[in-house]
């Protein structure tokens, strides 16, 4: 009773972290919907914003490119962890971790190409996908902290 308790917990967690996946790729394309002159304003909005905050000038370009990195590092790191919750192995699923953060990223330059003052750039598609990367490198060290803490805890209870 109680493994088929914790596997009706897995896929709840599974299911959980897979609609927050399609919500975050959602949130990217939409984006990526956006005709050029919107999202300079929304990037111009946000620099100022960040102008504040900081006491050094940014850049519009590179505010944008920042948002790309980190909304890409948030996807891997959301893949990473739903990946991990259904396979339970830091490692598992690295071919299918790398094909969603690269075909995300590919397709959200593929949609710029169809948008008003827009465009699809490979110099994106790299600088997504790295941010990615760090996303799933960034999960995958956490998560092996997180587990050698918990296996030197349970070895110290056995051994009393």
């Not at 891997?76 to 259904?86: E, H, P």
């Not at 995300?104 to 949609?111: L, N, P, S």
């Not at 990615?132 to 009393?160: M, P, Q």
Request: overall charge neutral; aromatic content about 10%; hydrophobic content about 50%.
């Amino acid at each position: 009773m109680n493994s088929n308790k914790s596997l009706k917990h897995q896929f709840v967690v599974t299911l959980i972290l897979a609609i927050f996946n399609l919500s975050l790729i959602a949130f990217i394309f939409i984006h990526s919907l956006t005709p050029a002159e919107i999202s300079q304003e929304e990037s111009g909005i946000v620099t100022d914003w960040l102008s504040y905050i900081f006491p050094f000038e940014l850049s519009e370009n590179l505010v944008r490119k920042l948002a790309h990195f980190i909304e890409f590092s948030a996807l891997g790191i959301s893949v990473s962890l739903t990946v991990f919750s259904y396979c339970r192995s830091v490692l598992g699923g690295v071919f299918l971790k790398l094909f969603v953060c690269l075909a995300t990223a590919v397709c959200d330059e593929a949609i710029q190409l169809n948008v008003v003052g827009r465009s699809g750039q490979v110099t994106d598609i790299i600088l997504d996908f790295s941010g990615c990367l760090f996303g799933l490198l960034i999960t995958a060290i956490t998560i092996s902290i997180v587990l050698y803490i918990k296996r030197r805890k349970d070895r110290r209870k056995e051994n009393g």
